[in-house]
């Protein structure tokens, strides 16, 4: 056989397992947790002082579990899960009841996949090249500045940086909204006015993801051409007499990309995860604040479908750069 | 093995002569150090401040007072005293991420040191769980177990944050312990028929402090950084008011409106704490690792 073809049969098995077992445990989580969740969310409520008869409540409990299908044994539960899910039914919400949970995770990822893939690319772009640039320019006054200051903000957590944002933006200089994803008085549509309040809205949670993960990014792929710099094939391309510009472009860049990309994998993992207490922060209506919401209400079918959306999109996206990796990276196409 | 005073000695004078050598080093002690005797001298002050009772008691002044000498940050919406909030929030904070980064590394050692040295289908098995563990996005499975298991308590949810931050440090030991076990003394240890236990405790071990500092101011930062996120979105034991509790209290109170530079206060605790500890990891990592050092050059 064909060592990519191999290669990619290997990956695919891998990830699918993966998911599988991944999914398993998402199943398994919420029934190992004592109390069942509908008991939780009627307890929750009852605290709040919303039902206040036992004997209704207990009847409540009885009427959801039949609902949900947590009357049956485990494995049956699971069964019936697997089932659903394949046809993209995460069962009914019990914060928008009767709404599908998956109805009000649709309705807020639009907002999610913008807010993070902008500022994930340009973060990721903009590490890279001033890396590289500052790398090519070591110990100059710009290189020491920059990279200490890289160094200094890459150690900031992202939410910390978003309080000192809108801390400067919001409240000092009184420039920048922030809370919600676009102004009150307007309606959604797709008119100028509309577009510009969204981008005034989305500006502080992607500035604090790009300037917390974009100086992580420099300060590594800075890390990066300088190894590369030091290498014999380096100082052979420059006897050669080849120009600056495809020193850098052929040499360095490609050579500084492929652990940049290995590590843009582990990256968004970490970003799909803080999105939850970002979005909070900013009150953004994407599903990391959907989620914080059900997780305060113990809404868990709406909870169980965001863990398994993230998870999937983190495995997924590791799995592509995995495929992608033997274009890129020709030692992969010949060893496997 | 020299006499145990000796080594000790010896050990004192060896991180002095290390802490003179590195700028960042020194300057994150200083500051970690400064932050841990801010968070030892605590009850002293608050009860010196305060009397017998609590800075997170409620009611203790009024709501949303404003600075004064007995409330230096003033009081928050229900009258509890936010200067104090903020050094006892300093000191469950360390606590919790001391503990938690102790638990984490041990984990991370064990697991990186049986990976490493017994190679094979176990370091197969291990890398793979420690590798799905790092692309996997544990942190909302964390926030998940937070908000369903309700009876945390300072162990529990050290523990808990022990479970899941320990991934990274073990990365980090297992590649140390492979390029040591290639090392001459490591075989003419195993030659001069050593068992493996005494291998790791008295040949590899010592060779490697600056790396388990290493994981252990990381996985101290892991820590942190989950349950100042936790608290942030409204969860975690109510009843350990950590630093994350305080910026939430803060920012839902409004005092971004009313009072920013409280909100400033509290976040550059953390800032500090998080600073501090990096620029140690830096440090070490510069001292220990020379061609870091020669290629940042900084």
Known sequence: MHPLISYAAKRILTYLLTLFIVVTITFLLFRLIPGDPISSFVGQLQAQGRYAEAEKAQQIIEEYKRMFGLDKDLFSQYILFLKELLRGNLGPSLIGFPRPAQDLIMERLPWTIGLLGISAVIAWALGLVLGCMLGWKRDSAYDKAFTTASLVLSQIPYYLMAVILVLIFTYYLKVLPSGGAYSPKLTPGLYWEFIKSVIEYGTLPALSLIVASGASWLVSSRFLTVTILAEDYLHFAEAKGLKTSRIIKRYILRNALLPQITGLSINLSFMLGGQIVLETIFSYPGIGYLFATAIGLLDYNVINGVLLLIIFTALTANFILDLLYPLIDPRVRYHG | ?298
Request: hydrophobic share 55%; with cysteine; net charge positive.
């Open chain 2, 1 to 298: 093995m020299d006499k145990l005073p000796g080594r000790i000695a010896g050990t004192f004078k060896y991180f002095s002569k290390l802490l003179a050598g590195n700028k960042k080093l020194k300057v994150g002690v200083a500051i970690f150090t400064t932050i841990i005797v801010l968070a030892i001298i605590e009850p002293y002050v608050n009860r010196l401040r305060l009397g017998n009772r609590s800075p997170d008691e409620i009611g203790l002044g009024g709501s949303y007072e404003p600075p004064s000498p007995r409330f230096p940050l003033g009081t928050c919406p229900w009258g509890r005293d936010i200067f104090g909030m903020l050094l006892l929030g300093t000191r469950l904070t360390l606590v919790i991420g001391l503990l938690s980064g102790i638990v984490a590394t041990a984990i991370a050692v064990l697991l990186g040191f049986i990976s490493a040295y017994k190679g094979g289908l176990i370091d197969h098995a291990l890398r793979s769980f420690i590798d799905a563990f790092l692309v996997i996005p544990t942190w909302p499975i964390f926030v998940i177990i937070a908000a369903y298991v309700k009876i945390l308590g300072l162990i529990e949810i050290s523990l808990l944050l022990a479970l899941f931050s320990w991934g990274g440090a073990a990365r980090i030991i297992r590649a140390q312990v492979l390029s040591l076990k290639e090392r001459e003394f490591i075989n003419l240890a195993i030659v001069s028929g050593m068992r493996d236990l005494e291998i790791i405790f008295f040949e590899i071990l010592p060779n490697f402090a600056p790396y388990i500092i290493i994981s252990l101011t990381n996985a101290i930062m892991g820590a942190i950084f989950a349950e100042t996120g936790l608290r942030l979105i409204g969860l975690g034991p109510p009843l350990l008011p950590t630093l994350g509790y305080l910026l939430n209290l803060t920012l839902s109170g409004g005092f971004l409106t009313i009072r920013p530079y409280v909100v400033a206060f509290v976040s550059a605790m953390l800032i500090l704490i998080f600073l501090s500890l990096n620029l140690i990891n830096i440090g070490l990592e510069e001292e220990f690792n020379p061609r870091l050092k020669k290629v940042t050059g900084l």
